[in-house]
């Protein structure tokens, strides 16, 4: 039978083994009780079928029931035939039997976890409550309602209470082994200690329970004691076995007629034999549950010990546990290599002696706030000495376990090397300080040249601007910052020249010729324009990937207007402000050029002023200078902008008048003469007059030099003065032959 049991609580997929398997048990189990049932009345007094098929039902799906129904009632009848009973009158009892079983089931699937059922006191409780109380109450109510009729209200009473406790004994000697068996379990034990431990238990219960029941008063007061001490000494799934052993050879012993259980309390009937039977499985099965819980829990705790202990030994950094006082109760491998010590060097070390002395009182508040439960743990900084005497640089995190009354137990320290990361730390610090010092320098240097310096990010946005650039710019940095450096730096070409738009043009590595005459103008933002030098550098990374650039302006308005100044002196005559000889040649030059390419014809003249030495010996040589300015400027005033007056020196002018037809040219210059003539010159009251004379020579000749035809104008000129001052004369060939006079 009990091949058969295991083999069905197996949940074996093989469904017709296990048909036959219940049916077959159901079958002799009920015959068995039903053998007792003839012994004391007209019910059993303990009913294990039910049992049996609510263990089966629980382990298999709701798809299942039909035949597993079918196969127990098979059984059933199979028995009850057999067993003598009319074949319609057992089939309302089976029926009663499947309600109970199924109603049964489908409460405890709902309340109990289908891994493990009875996993604690909670669950063994919701089982007592569902199928030791309600499924078998309701099932007695049932079973005497389909009596109800042909019976008195004794019997009634007496039919109620036989059937439910019947039915309780049933289930709690039985179901609850069902429910937690698991496949493989006998198989596991083998032939271990644990079987041989299983045999001796079971084989002293049941002796010394046959013993009670045999000889001795009240046995179910003494049956209960091997129960217990089952129930302490061996796992939960073999006490209920013992439980189900003790149950079923009681009720064969009943059965057989070889005890008698007698009750010695007159209110019960006879067929109440079990109710002690209840009473002390009840007890023992409680104690079984709770010797479970107690093993899961030690077994937790163990596990936890276990996995703390491995987690500590194989860590990878230093673990220990101390003591309040500070005494080392555990270290792992990993401190020890750390410091150098074996793990025994440690039970005659304090902590005091292992850490720096600057460091042992760093942590002591921290300690303090752990103590008092101020704070759940802390990590800080140490060093720590070595066997070797090196000091290590460790991180130390601080935890402490209390006991139940929160009392301090012992530190657990976590002491985890990082002298490395120290190193780099320093190092680091050391590069920042000198990459500190460094950008000081550098902007201290930027600040104080007076270049503007203008830095960009890949993107041509601005990273950077010296106080110059920001003076120069108009904008401040924190506002140019991020802004396209097109959209701060406007530079163009000349004043009104085309703005520049690529600044990379500047770029230094192109060796572009920087002069201060290339007249780039940088226009400030309400700052005005400043004549400028730009040069780029671009900015790369060591990959040579390009990461912005450099704008270096300088600011060279003064130099530009000192070279204008130079080039201006160069070229005039300082006193009248006209051009000087050396500029009048090269417009000369210019006037050929223009012959030479556009056939253009000219006119030179060459004017010489009368008798001018006579106010410098009557007036001085500041009025002389006077008159000379006032003169250049009443020429000046005579002539066009494109023609071209000079002082050759002394009271000596040259005019050219360009694209100029000769009849033209020659009344300018008689108009100019005239103008001189007339001119009234005014010193300290006194009123002067003077006079010029002309020479002028037109330029049509392209095979003809600048300093012939200035000799040209200067021999018509020569003979303009001795014909009579005051005259204009036309240059002729035979003139020059006449009068040689060097220019
Ligand atoms: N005030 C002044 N006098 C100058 C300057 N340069 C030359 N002279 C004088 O100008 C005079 C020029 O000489 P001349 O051309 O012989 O004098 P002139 O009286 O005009 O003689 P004619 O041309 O023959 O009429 C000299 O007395 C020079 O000293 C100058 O820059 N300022």
């Not at 990590?379 to 991180?395: D, F, P, S, T």
């Amino acid at each position: 039978m009990e091949k058969n049991m295991l083999s069905l609580f197996s949940a074996s997929q093989n469904i017709w083994k296990v048909l036959l398997a219940l049916g077959f048990s159901i079958g002799v189990l009920a015959l068995v009780c039903m053998k007792f049932v003839q012994q004391t009345s007209n019910l059993a007094s303990v009913w294990l079928p039910t049992a049996l098929l609510i263990t089966v039902l629980f382990h298999y799906r709701y798809r299942d029931w039909i035949p597993l129904f079918c196969a127990a009632a098979l059984g059933l009848a199979a028995a009850q035939t057999l067993a003598g009973a009319p074949f319609l009158s057992y089939w309302p009892y089976i029926l009663n039997n499947f309600i109970e079983a199924g109603i049964c089931v489908l409460l405890l699937r709902k309340l109990l976890p289908a891994q493990d059922p009875l996993s604690g006191p909670t669950n063994w409780i919701k089982f007592l409550a569902v199928a030791v109380i309600f499924s078998p109450l309701l099932s007695s109510a049932i079973s005497t309602l389909l009596i109800m009729h042909s019976h008195s209200a004794r019997e009634l009473k007496q039919h109620f209470a036989t059937w439910y406790i019947s039915e309780a004994v049933g289930v709690l000697s039985l179901a609850q082994f069902g429910l937690i068996y698991q496949r493989g379990y006998w198989q596991q034990l083998g032939h271990s200690r644990r079987l041989y431990k299983l045999l001796l238990t079971l084989v002293l219960t049941l002796l010394s329970g046959f013993l009670a029941l045999k000889w001795l008063p009240y046995p179910f007061a003494f049956i209960i004691l091997p129960l217990l001490w089952t129930a302490a000494r061996l796992p939960r799934v073999e006490a209920f076995f013992i439980f189900l052993c003790m149950t079923l050879m009681i009720t064969l012993l009943q059965s057989t007629g070889s005890i008698s259980v007698k009750l010695h309390f007159t209110p019960f009937p006879e067929s109440l034999l079990f109710t002690p039977l209840i009473l002390i499985l009840l007890p023992a099965n409680a104690m079984a549950m709770a010797m479970h819980a107690l093993r899961v829990e030690k077994s937790y705790i163990t596990q936890s010990e276990s996995r703390f202990r491995n987690a500590m030994e194989y860590s990878a950094i230093g673990m220990a546990l101390v003591s309040p006082l500070g005494k080392w109760l555990q270290v792992n491998k990993s401190l020890c290599n750390l410091l150098g010590y074996e793990a025994n060097d440690f039970k005659t070390l304090t902590v005091q002696e292992i850490v720096d002395p600057e460091d042992l009182s760093k942590d002591q508040s921290l300690l303090q706030q752990l103590l008092d439960g101020e704070i759940q743990s802390y990590q800080i900084e140490k060093r720590y000495l070595c066997r070797n005497g090196e000091r290590v640089w460790a991180l130390l995190a601080m935890s402490l376990v209390r006991d139940d009354n929160q009392n301090p137990l012992y530190f657990i320290s976590q002491i985890k090397d990082i002298s490395e990361l120290k190193r780099t730390e320093i190092t680091n610090k050391r590069l920042s300080e000198a990459l500190h010092e460094e950008k000081e320098r550098l902007y201290i240097t930027l600040n104080a040249i007076n270049e503007a310096v203008i830095s960009t990010d890949r993107h041509m946005n601005i990273t950077f601007m010296n106080p110059v650039a920001e003076k120069m710019t108009g904008w401040a940095e924190p506002q140019a910052q991020g802004k396209l450096v097109s959209s701060i730096v406007h530079i163009s070409v000349g004043r009104d020249g085309p703005r520049v738009d690529n600044l990379m043009q500047f770029e230094i590595n192109k060796n572009l010729p920087l002069s201060v005459d290339q007249s780039l103008i940088l226009h400030g933002h309400h700052t005005g324009q400043f004549d400028v030098q730009v040069a780029v550098s671009q900015l790369r990374t060591l990959k040579d990937d390009p990461i912005g650039i450099v704008l270096v302006i300088q600011n060279v308005s003064k130099s530009r207007e000192l070279m204008r100044q130079l080039s201006y002196t160069a070229s005039h005559d300082l006193l009248t402000g006209l051009s000087n000889r050396g500029s009048f040649e090269e417009s000369l030059k210019s006037a050929l050029q223009l012959t030479a390419d556009k056939h253009q014809h000219h006119s030179l003249a060459f004017i010489d002023l009368d008798y001018f030495k006579a106010i410098n010996d009557t007036a001085g040589h500041a009025a002389g200078d006077e008159l000379l300015r006032q003169l250049s400027y009443l020429m000046q005033d005579q002539i066009r902008n494109s023609d071209k007056l000079a002082r050759l020196g002394g009271d000596e002018f040259a005019l050219i008048l360009f694209n100029c037809p000769q009849e033209q040219g020659l009344q300018v210059i008689r108009q100019l003469v005239r103008k001189i003539n007339e001119f009234q010159f005014t010193w300290n009251n006194q009123l002067y007059r003077i006079g010029a004379s002309a020479g002028i020579t037109r330029i049509v000749d392209t095979s003809v030099n600048g300093s012939e035809y200035m000799a040209q104008a200067d021999v018509a000129c020569y003979t303009a003065k001795n014909s009579g001052r005051g005259q204009v004369f036309n240059y002729e060939a035979q003139q020059k032959r006449l009068s040689p006079r060097p220019i």
